[in-house]
C-alpha cells in the first residue's frame, strides 16, 4: 500500500534538509548557519521530525555551553537513480545522504521502446526492494540518452531512441514507483554525479564532455545544471569543425559527431582495417568493429588505432577549446564509453585546448577523465532526485 | 566634505532597495512580494528611511481596507555610469531608479594611459556636479575596454592600453569620488544596459555579441552577469574560425578577430582599395581606411565592400552558431562600433547561426542589433553600481 510521502513544506525546511544531506548536524550548528532565530530553528526543525524527514540522534560535543541537540536525516528516506543508456539500465537505492544501498545492471536496447524499457527498469528497482532495501520511495530520478524537456518530464525528438519522443517518462516512473520523479539526459545527470561525490565536488563552473556513441556536455554554473532556455545546452555533437567534412546524420556539413565518438569511430574503423594488422583481424573474425576495438587495438601498440583516437581527440580538443575560451570554467570533465580511450585521448585534448584556448582560462583548468566510471550517473540521478524533493514547495 | 555614504545593512534591506529601483511600492505591496513579516517589513523600512536610502511619499491607493503607505528610493540617491572606450569617454549620473540625469561624452584615447583617462572622467564628472546634478555620488561603475579581474577592480595585461596593467582603477575612482567603485570591461557593462533597460529586460539567459576594434561577449545567466572562474568568460575573439587562416596578433592562426573587427577590416579594405573606387578614393584622400569607410561604401552599395561585410558575418556566425548550440540562450544581441555597419551583417550572421545550430536551440531564437547604442555602456556601469551598493554587506 504506497502513502503520499512528505516533502518539505517552506524553503526553511528544504535548506535545512539539504545541509543534513551532507551530514548530521547539531541544533547549534544549523542556527548558525542558516541565521534562524532560536526559536524559528526549532520550530521548523520539529516540524520535520514529524513529518518523518528528519529524526533526533542524540547530543552533540559540548561547544562550552549546554550540549546541543544532533538532528539527521530520518534513515527510512529512500531515493531510486536510474540511468538508462542505449544498451544498458543501471539502477541504484540510496539513502538520504545519497549513499548507495545497492546497484543493478542489466544490458537493454533502448529501441524496444519505454514500455518494455521502462518496465525492466521498475522490476530492476523492485528486485531491490525485495533484498529488503526500501519500504518506500522518496523520490526517483532519471537520466535517458537523448533531448529532455526537463519542464514537461519528456524527451524531444530523441535519435537512438524509437518510439520515446514525448512518452510521458516521468509521469509513468512516478505513478510506478509511487513518489516524485524527475528526467534529465544522460549528460547532465552524470555532471550532477561528478558534483555530489566525484571530481568537480568543489567546484562551481565546469563541464563534464560525454563521448560515446554521440557527444554531449553538461554545463554546471554556480554548483547547478544550466540547461538553457529550451533545454538543449550542452548539445555539442553537431558543432562544426570543417567546412569540407563528412555529411552528418543531422544533414549539416562536418559536425564533431560526423568525426568522432562511438558511431564515427567504427565506421572508420572499417575502413582502415586494411591497414591495420589488429583491426583486420577482428574485422575478419566478428564481421564488425566497435570503439572498444580500436580501444584495444591502441592498446596492443596499433598504429592505425592510436592515429584514429589521436585525430579525434584533437577534433574534441578544437571545440573544447573555443568553449573553454567561452565559458571559463574551473575543470573540465571527460566521460563515457569513447573517454575509456584513455590517456592518449586525454593527452590530445589537452594538447589543443591548453594552446588554443586564452592563457588566462586556462591558467588553473584541470582536464581530467572521470573517475566515477560508470556509478556518475546513477548517483547523479538520484541527486536530481533529492534536488528535486528538498527544493520549496512553489 | 565627503562623507560616508550609507549602505544596505542586511539581505532584507537589500532586496527593499532592488525592488524600489523597479519603482515606488507600498508597504503591502512589499510585504506580499517579500514575505516578510509586517512587523519585520517596518522595521527594515523604517531603518532605511533613517539611513536616508528611502522616502515616504503618501499612502497608496485602497486595496479595499485601510490605505498603506506608500515608499520610494531617497530622491538624493546617485550613481555614476563611466564607460572608457579605446577613443571615448561617456559619463552619466542617474537618480536611484537609475534614469539618467545628465550624460557627457568627449575624445579621448586610452593609451595615455590610466592618470589622464581617469581624471578626465573624474572631470567630466565634476562638470556634471557644477551642473547641480549630484552633491554626494552613492556609487560608481566603470567600465573599460580590456581584461579586469573583477575581484581585485584592476584591468589585467589589456592589450590595447598601455600603462594599465593592474592599475587600481576601482581604488582610484572609488576615493576621487568618495563612494564604492565598481569595475568591468566594456562588453559585460554593455550586457548590464541591456538587461536593465533594452532589449534583454524580460530575457534571463542571453548573449551580447560586441564587434568594435576586437571582439567579445558578455554572458547573462539568470539575470546575472557570468564572469567565469578567472573572470575572462566571453573572450570570444581567439576562437578558431579557420586552420589556415592568417596568423592574430596573439600568435595562434585563424582567430575570429584575425578576420573580423575594426582592425581586421581596416587592413583587409586597405588590401583591396585597389578593386574598389569608393574605397580607392577614400584611401587617396586620407592616406587610410577604417571599418566606418567600410560602412559608408557598403551604404553607397560598393560590391567589395559588402562583400567584406558579408564574409565578416559569416565568419562571427560560424563561432556564434556554436556558442548558440552549447549556450542555449533566449536572445543574442549584435552591439559595437562595426555592428553600425547594420543589416549586411545581421543578415549573414542570422543566415548562419540559423543553419548551422541545432533547431531546438534556435526556434525561438531572436538574433538583433542593439537599439540602445552609445547607452549601453553608461547605463550597464550605473547599474553595476546599484547592484553592488544595494547587495546585503558580507
Redo the contacts between chains.
Keep these: 500500500m504506497k502513502r503520499t510521502v512528505a516533502r518539505p513544506e517552506n524553503a526553511h525546511q528544504a535548506a535545512l534538509l539539504r545541509l543534513l544531506r551532507e551530514r548530521a548536524r547539531s541544533r547549534a550548528e544549523l542556527g548558525d548557519v542558516t541565521a534562524l532565530s532560536r526559536s524559528r530553528l526549532n520550530l521548523e526543525l520539529d516540524r520535520l521530525v514529524e513529518l518523518r524527514l528528519v529524526e533526533q540522534a542524540g547530543l552533540a560535543a559540548s561547544r562550552g555551553g549546554r550540549r546541543s541537540g544532533l538532528v539527521r536525516l530520518s534513515g527510512d528516506l529512500r531515493f531510486a537513480g536510474i540511468d538508462i543508456g542505449a544498451t544498458s539500465i543501471d539502477v541504484v537505492v540510496t539513502d538520504g545522504e545519497l549513499e548507495i544501498l545497492g546497484h543493478l545492471s542489466e544490458r537493454c536496447d533502448v529501441r524496444d521502446g519505454p514500455v518494455v524499457v521502462l518496465d525492466q527498469a521498475m522490476e530492476m528497482i523492485a528486485k531491490l526492494g525485495e533484498q529488503g532495501m526500501f519500504t518506500q520511495l522518496y523520490g526517483a530520478g532519471i537520466g535517458i540518452p537523448g533531448?529532455v524537456s526537463f519542464r514537461e518530464g519528456v524527451p524531444?525528438a530523441p535519435p537512438i531512441m524509437p518510439g520515446w519522443d514525448r512518452y510521458p517518462v516521468r509521469e509513468a516512473v512516478g505513478q510506478a514507483l509511487g513518489c516524485p520523479a524527475v528526467v534529465d539526459n544522460d549528460v547532465n545527470i552524470m555532471a550532477l554525479g561528478e558534483l555530489h561525490s566525484g571530481l568537480a565536488r568543489q567546484v562551481?563552473?565546469f563541464l563534464l564532455v560525454k563521448i560515446g556513441t554521440g557527444i554531449g556536455?553538461g554545463?554546471v554554473?554556480?554548483g547547478k545544471i544550466?540547461?538553457?532556455?529550451?533545454?538543449?545546452?550542452?548539445?555539442?555533437g553537431?558543432?562544426?569543425v570543417d567546412d569540407q567534412g563528412p555529411v552528418c546524420a543531422c544533414g549539416?556539413i562536418g559536425c564533431l559527431e560526423a568525426y568522432f565518438g562511438g558511431t564515427a569511430l567504427a565506421r572508420e574503423a572499417t575502413a582502415i582495417a586494411g591497414r591495420s594488422v589488429h583491426l583486420g583481424r577482428r574485422l575478419d573474425q566478428t564481421g564488425t568493429l566497435t570503439a572498444e576495438d580500436v580501444a584495444t587495438a591502441a592498446e596492443m601498440g596499433d598504429a592505425e588505432a592510436v592515429r584514429l583516437i589521436r585525430d579525434g581527440g584533437r577534433r574534441v580538443g578544437?571545440?573544447l577549446?573555443?568553449?573553454v575560451?567561452?565559458?571559463?570554467?574551473?575543470l573540465v570533465i571527460i566521460a563515457g564509453g569513447v573517454a575509456q580511450l584513455g590517456h592518449v585521448l586525454l593527452a590530445e585534448i589537452r594538447s589543443v585546448v591548453y594552446?588554443?584556448s586564452?592563457p588566462?582560462?586556462t591558467?588553473?583548468?584541470p582536464i581530467v577523465l572521470s573517475e566515477l566510471g560508470p556509478d556518475a550517473g546513477v548517483v547523479g540521478a538520484a541527486r536530481l532526485s533529492s534536488d528535486h524533493v528538498f527544493s520549496a514547495p512553489r
Aim: with cysteine; charged share 20%.
Design positions: 533531448p524531444v562551481d563552473d556536455c554545463i554554473v554556480d544550466y540547461r538553457g532556455v529550451s533545454g538543449s545546452a550542452g548539445d555539442i553537431h558543432i562544426r549539416n578544437t571545440v577549446a573555443g568553449l575560451s567561452f565559458f571559463n570554467p574551473g594552446r588554443r586564452l588566462l582560462a591558467g588553473n583548468l
